[in-house]
């Protein structure tokens, strides 16, 4: 069973993860990614689902032509995990090397 963070240990995570924030009023983070067009955006999505799949962990997201909202929370847990620090970080990464804006 994967435990809901601390506040600090959530504040710790916050360090690492540019452009995230928690969502007022629910136990989750979010990010909205900006990319050249809706092909990037596109791809950006098919790179995570790949992630999402393996981790067994998955984004509530929304896409209009090139950005990419996402929230992070861990339904299970019913707030954030380490499971949606290390999806954040996945998608940083990929969101980077996909040049997002
Ligand atoms: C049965 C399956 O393993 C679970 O439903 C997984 C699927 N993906 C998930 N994704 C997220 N964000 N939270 C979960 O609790 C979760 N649980």
């Known amino acids: 069973m994967v ?3 601390s506040a600090e240990a959530r504040k710790a995570a916050f360090k690492e993860l540019s452009g995230w924030s928690e969502v007022s009023g629910r136990d989750a983070i979010a990010r909205t990614f900006t990319f050249k067009d809706f092909n990037e955006a596109f791809g950006f999505m098919a790179r995570v689902a790949v992630v999402a799949e393996k981790s067994d962990h998955h984004p509530e997201w929304r896409n209009v032509y090139k950005t990419v909202e996402v929230v992070l ?15 954040a970080k996945a998608m940083n990464t990929i969101a980077g090397q996909l040049g997002q804006s």
Not at 73 to 87: F, I, K, P, Y
């Open 3 to 5: 435990e809901r963070l």
């Open 73 to 87: 929370s861990t339904h299970d847990a019913d707030g954030v995990t380490q499971r949606d620090v290390d999806l």
